[in-house]
């Protein structure tokens, strides 16, 4: 009998890799994705997988929504990722980021307590919780110092877990991702903010990038080695808490630097520094011991940073190539015409 696992947020980095290693595994999958003016299913098309899955019309803000979410799937691992993810517009929306990112948390535990107990769950927690507490290397037992709305709405998130997990013998699970980047990360985020534009200038297609904080680091690893993670979580026999992470730390400059030599370009002459990419309060070095997770879990990271910048500004060129060919890309121009399933209050549409 093959396991049902539901996806909060399937149409994010995390969720499409995640959807995939699943179904490899022989999973039926059913993912959650919000309703939007223009769908954003560009992922799961670029992984090929859009028509294998089940998807579910549901909002983190909307708690009947996720309770249905749950009923329908008939889940035996829930795996929560949806969440206002972008720390830069956590200050802009402190409110709806705390009700998504923080609450959200409780809706989807509420409707896993009231449903049944038995499910299986992980939370997408953070290293953004860790803050300005260490110039070093954390691990699970370090204490947190959340330095953003975004960081503070995760550390209530999890929190909650953790009172489920203690208090209604949920098995229910944290993840301590620090940053994990690929080619299907959002075009906000710095790294592939970073890739797009190498390429772009590479082709003549642009000329500068505008960054914000260079001095900043960060423990970058690879998405797809990181979504494994989550499964093995819940695969353990006790519910627990880790950090996955590289063990290495660089600072924005560098990556910058190197990912402009990918295309032997200098990249002093092209990035301008414009504060209205500083935010309010940063967080200026974050690195993760992921010990634990290799001792219980047998996890470690396969893809390091400097291949990851590499194999990022090489997707992005191949992109922008193919675009000067003619090609459009599907994330210009979602075909929301395919096979996906769409189950809307049980029924299939
Ligand atoms: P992402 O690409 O931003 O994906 C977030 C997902 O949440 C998207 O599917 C998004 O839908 C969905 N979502 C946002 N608001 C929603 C709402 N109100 N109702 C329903 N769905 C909503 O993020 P990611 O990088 O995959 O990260 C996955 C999770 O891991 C997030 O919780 C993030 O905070 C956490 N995390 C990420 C990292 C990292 O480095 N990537 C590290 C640690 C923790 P749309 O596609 O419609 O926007
Ligand atoms: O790529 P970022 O926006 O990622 P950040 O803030 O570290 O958050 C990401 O990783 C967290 C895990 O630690 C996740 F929980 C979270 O959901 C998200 O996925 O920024 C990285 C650093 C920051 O210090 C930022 O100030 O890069 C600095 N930066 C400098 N210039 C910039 C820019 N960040 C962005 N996004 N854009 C810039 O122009």
Same mark, same amino acid.
């Given at each position: ?5 539901? #996806? ?6 995390? =969720? ?52 249905? %979410?749950? +009923? ?18 956590? @200050? ?22 009231? #449903?049944?107990?038995?499910?299986? @769950?992980? !939370?997408?927690? *953070? ?22 709305? $975004? ?38 985020? #710095? *790294?592939?903010? #970073? ?8 082709? =003549? ?16 690893? $690879?998405?797809? &080695? $990181? ?17 996955? %992470? ?7 400059? &560098? @990556? ?11 990249? !002093? ?17 974050? !690195?993760?011991?992921?010990?634990? %997770? ?30 000067? +060919? =003619?090609?459009?890309?599907?994330? &210009? ?7 996906? +399933? ?8």
């Amino acid at each position: 009998m093959s396991k049902n696992a539901l #996806i909060t947020g399937i149409t994010g980095q995390d =969720g499409a890799y995640l959807a995939k290693f699943l179904l490899d595994k022989g999973y039926e999958v059913f993912g959650t994705y919000r309703r939007t003016s223009t769908p954003n299913f560009w992922r799961l098309q670029y992984l090929n997988i859009f028509d294998k899955l089940n998807l579910i019309p549901a909002d983190l803000v909307d708690a009947g929504s996720m309770l249905e %979410a749950v +009923k329908i799937s008939e889940p035996d691992e829930v795996y929560h990722l949806a969440a206002q993810s972008f720390v830069g517009a956590s @200050f802009e929306q402190p409110i709806g980021t705390g009700e998504m990112t923080g609450l959200g948390v409780t809706r989807i535990l509420e409707a896993i307590r009231q #449903i049944d107990n038995e499910i299986k @769950f992980y !939370q997408a927690s *953070t290293s953004e919780l860790y803050g300005n507490s260490s110039n070093k290397a954390v691990n699970e037992d370090n204490p947190f110092k959340p330095a953003s709305p $975004y960081a503070a709405a995760k550390l209530y998130g999890y929190w909650t877990t953790r009172i489920y997990r203690e208090g209604y013998d949920i098995f229910a699970c944290n993840g301590i991702l620090f940053n994990h980047e690929s080619p299907l990360r959002g075009l906000e985020f #710095i *790294t592939r903010k #970073i890739s797009n534009a190498v390429a772009k200038i590479a082709l =003549g297609l642009e000329t500068e990038l505008r960054l914000g904080n260079l001095e900043a680091k960060r423990d970058w690893g $690879y998405a797809p &080695d $990181y979504v494994e993670s989550m499964w093995l979580m819940l695969q353990q026999k006790e519910p627990d808490d880790y950090v996955i %992470a590289t063990n290495e730390s660089r600072s924005v400059r &560098d @990556f910058v630097e190197k990912a402009f030599d990918v295309v032997g370009l200098n990249w !002093q002459e092209h990035v301008k520094v414009d504060s209205r990419f500083f935010r309010p309060l940063d967080v200026n070095f974050l !690195q993760g011991d992921y010990s634990k %997770a290799k001792k219980r879990l047998g996890w470690v990271p396969k893809v390091k940073s400097d291949e990851l910048i590499i194999l990022m500004v090489n997707d992005d060129l191949d992109r922008w190539n193919r675009w000067l +060919k =003619g090609e459009r890309f599907p994330w &210009d121009a979602p075909n929301y015409t395919s096979d996906a +399933k769409i189950i809307t209050r049980g029924l299939k549409i």
